[in-house]
């Protein structure tokens, strides 16, 4: 039987969300509904949340770019089984369909397309601030560590707290780094691709009209791979104008050691040759995505138990499909057997 220690506030085990993207906020959505009086906390690293959904912002143009996920594809079969996410996403005016060109996709039959009016992520800003989730940014995660009742977490310089239940959300790679034993459980078996994405900022220029297309696959350059008119994509009421580039995944890796400052130009003169006539931008910023997408994901249903008691586990789209509903799928999982740990071990008390 479990001792009154080893439930937090007498049956409210504090968990904490590890990654501050569209997997950590669905967990907290789900949880809030499932587990209201739980105290939940998501930690970022970076300053703002989103992860692979980023939206940044150029303070010197007031423009916007999607530099990660840049629009959500789901096929009815998916929709249908979530339904109200979608519907709520809907209604709250965040997704919109994404009525323009994108040449080259290579859609599925049936499949519908939406964007994100305000950004990717707003979408993940929806289900913190619904699910009144503690956010902090800027948090970075050194380790991990088991213990007998809880699970210690320490953070930035020397700082440390205690959780019941801890979930990580960020890439496994980084997983590695923070709690060794998941390497040896997981076997390394997920594969990532490696992208860099550029986005350029055009101020008071409306370059959305002098081209047919909001978004284009591009095949027949070592360097792009993908250009898209974001603010024509989201339909966007700004003056300005935003273009993403995400690029090939051999010029990421050919380019890994690169001085940042040399890929951005190298990148900049690529979209300039695929755009003629485009004017310089007033600008520009470089993300390197270096876990940009899940090409072989582990197959386990979207949730790994890395230890029971207390509760640490793995979920997102390194166990899932990489997109949106693969994400969901995960998160509804997860959120599952947190529940059922939570009442399990209430139970005993």
């Known amino acids: 039987m479990a001792s009154a220690a080893q439930v937090k506030s007498a049956g409210h085990p504090r968990c904490l969300l590890i990654g501050g993207g569209i997997t950590a906020s669905l967990i907290s959505y789900f949880l809030h509904k499932i587990c209201p009086s739980m105290p939940i906390e998501v930690w970022e690293k970076d300053a703002t949340v989103g992860g692979r959904m980023m939206t940044f912002r150029s303070e010197s143009t007031q423009c916007t770019a999607d530099v990660g996920a840049q629009y959500i594809t789901t096929v009815p079969t998916e929709h249908n089984s979530s339904q109200k996410i979608y519907s709520a996403l809907i209604d709250a005016g965040i997704l919109i369909p994404l009525t323009k060109t994108i040449v080259g996709d290579r859609k599925q039959h049936n499949a519908i397309n939406y964007v994100a009016a305000k950004g990717m992520s707003s979408i993940v800003e929806h289900f913190?601030?619904?699910?009144?989730?503690?956010?902090?940014?800027?948090?970075?995660?050194?380790?991990?560590?088991?213990?007998?009742?809880?699970?210690?977490?320490?953070?930035?310089?020397?700082?440390?707290?205690?959780?019941?239940?801890?979930?990580?959300?960020?890439?496994?790679?980084?997983?590695?780094?923070?709690?060794?034993?998941?390497?040896?459980?997981?076997?390394?078996?997920?594969?990532?691709?490696?992208?860099?994405?550029?986005?350029?900022?055009?101020?008071?220029?409306?370059?959305?009209?002098?081209?047919?297309?909001?978004?284009k696959y591009i095949n027949t350059n070592p360097c792009i791979r993908f250009i898209c008119l974001d603010t024509k994509k989201r339909e966007s009421t700004v003056s300005g104008t935003?273009?993403?580039?995400?690029?090939?995944?051999?010029?990421?890796?050919?380019n890994q050691s690169?001085?940042?400052?040399?890929?951005?130009?190298?990148?900049?003169?690529?979209?300039?040759?695929?755009?003629?006539?485009?004017?310089?931008?007033?600008?520009?910023?470089?993300?390197?995505?270096?876990?940009?997408?899940?090409?072989?994901?582990?197959?386990?249903?979207?949730?790994?138990?890395?230890?029971?008691?207390?509760?640490?586990?793995?979920?997102?789209?390194?166990?899932?499909?990489?997109?949106?509903?693969?994400?969901?799928?995960?998160a509804s999982v997860l959120s599952k057997i947190i529940s059922d740990s939570v009442q399990s071990v209430s139970a005993n008390i």
């Open 128 to 215: 913190l601030t619904n699910s009144g989730t503690k956010t902090f940014c800027n948090r970075h995660v050194k380790r991990v560590r088991p213990a007998s009742h809880t699970i210690e977490v320490h953070y930035n310089e020397g700082i440390s707290d205690n959780f019941e239940i801890v979930v990580f959300t960020i890439p496994l790679p980084e997983v590695y780094k923070i709690y060794e034993k998941a390497e040896t459980l997981l076997q390394n078996k997920i594969e990532y691709s490696s992208r860099y994405a550029l986005a350029a900022f055009y101020k008071n220029q409306n370059l959305n009209d002098q081209f047919n297309w909001c978004a």
């Open 242 to 254: 935003s273009i993403v580039v995400h690029t090939s995944v051999s010029f990421s890796k050919m």
């Open 258 to 330: 690169t001085d940042p400052t040399a890929v951005k130009d190298k990148i900049l003169t690529n979209l300039n040759g695929l755009m003629p006539g485009l004017p310089p931008a007033d600008d520009s910023t470089l993300v390197n995505w270096e876990y940009s997408q899940v090409i072989q994901a582990y197959d386990c249903n979207g949730a790994f138990i890395l230890n029971e008691f207390p509760l640490l586990i793995a979920g997102g789209d390194s166990f899932a499909m990489s997109k949106f509903d693969g994400c969901l799928n995960s």
